[in-house]
């Protein structure tokens, strides 16, 4: 019901450069595959987990030396800087199909 109300109105923030590492744990699951780079990613929340719409990413290396909890600090801190963007982009996208605030 919440979904189908604010269709395309609630932003979701994710720890991975989707659609990779969908769901829980994903920093884990990247360091565990031995990727090279991770990330976040920001989309429009919908039902199925981790795949509505994107609205932006960001790249963020792995170094072989990280640990979970520092990978953690440098994606966060990359997750705030999207998330601003984010709301900025959703923001002149719900003005141009007039969209009105929550």
Known sequence: VLLNKYHNRIINIHPSILPSFKGTNSLQRALDAGVKITGCSTHYLV?????GPI????????????????????????????????????????????????
């Open 55 to 102: 609205i932006g990413q960001c790249a963020v290396p792995i170094y072989e030396d990280d640990t979970l909890e520092i990978l953690q600090r440098r994606v966060n801190a990359r997750e705030h800087e999207l998330l601003i963007k984010s709301i900025r982009i959703a923001g002149v996208e719900w003005r141009q199909s007039g969209i009105e605030a929550i």
């Open 47 to 51: 039902e199925d987990i981790d795949s």
